[in-house]
């Protein structure tokens, strides 16, 4: 063999172990991107506690400014007495007019307390209870893809623009996505 022959294969042979070694690399080296196979947004549920207070008319039994019903006791016995006294004669009349009185007291008592009853007011009262408001809040994305023949999901903040994601190193690269305008 002579030696630009010679050289010529040692060329050749550099030249192929080169063009080898890159395509070994390339190959070694794996995809530039991950296949976007679905995108769907993530949601939590958020729940808040809120005072809900409404004006309700509430009905009550007045105030009694006579407890003992005294006035209704004493006007009942006048009128009860004035009334026996009209009654018979003699000592019939102090005994009509004495169960008159006794009568007339127990009926004017009972009226009294028959209207103090009845009495009534009515005034507006607050009233307020505690409701639990439960919303739907945006927690990101759930992208699932396709990388080397694996699929997995990653959450992103943002929706990705286009269908694939750029890989280095056997990893996504996030940063590098584009993202989409959230969705309202």
Known sequence: MNKSMMMGAMIGGAAVLSFG??????????PDYAEVLSVTAAHKEVKTPEQQCEQVQVVQKAPVKDEHRVAGTV?????????GNQVGG??????????GVAGGAYAGNQMQKNLQN?????????????????????????????????????????PPTSDRIPVKDGQLELSAVTPAKPQA
């Open 21 to 30: 070694a890159v395509a070994g690399y390339q190959t070694l080296k794996g």
């Open 75 to 83: 006007i009942g016995g006048l009128v009860g007495g004035l009334l």
């Open 90 to 99: 003699g000592n019939g009349k102090k005994l009509a007019t004495a169960a």
């Open 118 to 158: 009845k009495d009534t007011v009515t005034r507006t009262e607050q009233r307020c209870k505690t409701v639990t408001r439960t919303r739907e809040e945006l927690v990101g994305y759930d992208v699932r893809y396709r990388l080397d023949g694996k699929e997995a999901t990653v959450r992103m903040d943002l």
